[in-house]
């Protein structure tokens, strides 16, 4: 499809550099915090990524400092005090990313994860509240002022001149891990047919190599344990309102489409209810009972049967923060099976679910802020499967 290059900049590739970001500072924080910490070969792989990852963040902000906002600066003057924020940010975010760049060098050469945690929790502290206001506030602005030819202009110079094939291929299935099917489209989108395919044909086995051995991904394994969290601006009731009924489950999450009460009317220690799954071709329908419900947690777990043995036990709870509402979500298999490897077969997107995750949490807070948000629209994907599947 011809795109208009007159027409209002198209800034979804902020979204998705931005969802990759955070994507990974999540998974980095769940590898680190396991239970059973990074074997060497992992936590060498970790330390390596976060370094490239931290030099792919500079090198973000720079063309923002450097590309986007002086030209915004000069065509809207109303967003004077924004871009002023935005580069005060940077600043604050510059420090962060030293100090990981700094614990993620030593974490390659030995075990201290503490000092790495700390590190990666001072980064998000200062780069996620950044991430969300540039999308929020100043995205709108970029549309208003430049066009789609201008942007993938700055695109072209500040983010994609100079640098190898090989880099390009890193770093467009970095974007692409865990993309919903739309987002992955924009960004493949962006390459012609033939490097397309070198792309993902020639690349990608060394990607995924990469990638199972920093997040321990196994091949025909499924993920045990994991979490994720989102700030979002949203009121704490409304949030809690959403997510203390498992009968709302369908209203944000990118598997389940539906879920009814069996045999109880509300959420209490040991009720029921049944959630429905689709992902592509594949429906399933899973039992789950609240395991505890108190303010602000809400705890349920799958229920084992015989054609879904496994269970795994779900937690989602809410605090109020100063910008809004924090959302966290974990999981934790508490009882295998000897079918995961053909839940695994089938169903790769649980091979590691940060991302869908994440995407589910940032869906209840739009929801929970009574807006429709282009990041937060279900996708049902096609490779994936619900959480109820094996967990
Ligand atoms: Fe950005
Ligand atoms: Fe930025």
Redesign the pocket.
């Known amino acids: 499809m011809a795109v208009d290059l007159d027409a209002p900049a198209d800034t979804n590739m902020m979204r998705i550099v931005h969802a990759a970001l955070r994507r990974d500072l999540e998974r980095a924080r769940t590898a680190l915090t396991a239970a059973s910490p990074p074997a060497e070969h992992q936590r060498i792989a970790l330390a390596r990524h976060l370094g490239w990852m931290m030099a792919f963040l500079e090198a973000?902000?720079r063309s923002?400092?450097e590309g986007l906002y002086p030209p915004i600066h000069e065509r809207a003057p109303d967003a004077a005090v924004l871009l002023c924020d935005?580069a005060r940010?940077?600043a604050s975010?510059a420090g962060a990313v030293a100090a990981v760049e700094t614990t993620a060098h030593r974490y390659e050469e030995c075990d201290d994860r503490e000092a790495l945690i700390a590190a990666l929790d001072g980064l998000r502290d200062v780069l996620l509240p950044?991430?969300q206001r540039?999308e929020d506030e100043?995205m709108p602005v970029v549309s208003r002022v430049m066009t789609t030819g201008e942007w993938n202009a700055i695109e072209q110079a500040h983010n994609l001149a100079g640098k190898s094939k090989a880099q390009l291929a890193r770093e467009g299935h970095w974007l692409i891990d865990g993309a919903s099917p739309d987002d992955r489209a924009r960004v493949l989108g962006l390459v012609p047919l033939v490097p397309r395919l070198i792309l993902l044909y020639g690349f990608g086995p060394s990607y995924r190599r990469h990638q199972r051995t920093c997040w321990n991904m196994r091949r025909h394994h499924v993920q045990h344990e994991g979490s994720t969290s989102v700030v979002v601006e949203a009121d704490l009731d409304a949030v809690w309102d959403i997510v203390r009924d498992p009968t709302r489950v369908g209203e944000w999450s990118h598997e389940c489409v539906g879920a009814e009460w069996v045999g109880a009317t509300g959420a209490h220690p040991g009720a029921r209810f049944r959630g429905r799954n689709r992902q592509g071709l594949l429906r399933w329908g899973r039992l789950c009972e609240v395991v505890r419900i108190e303010p602000g947690e809400l705890v349920w777990r799958t229920v084992p049967t015989r054609l879904y043995p496994d269970s795994t036990e779900w937690a989602i709870r809410v605090d109020r923060v100063d910008a809004g509402t924090r959302i966290e979500q974990s999981f934790r298999v508490v009882k295998g099976t000897w079918l995961e490897p053909v839940y695994a077969r089938l169903l790769p997107a649980h091979h590691e679910r940060t991302a869908a995750l994440t995407n589910d949490l940032e869906r209840i807070g739009a929801l929970a802020a009574g807006r429709r948000d282009p990041r937060a629209s279900i996708t049902r994907r096609t490779e994936g499967a619900s959480r109820d599947a094996v967990a």
């Open positions: 973000h902000h923002e400092d935005m940010d940077h975010v950044h991430l540039e100043l």
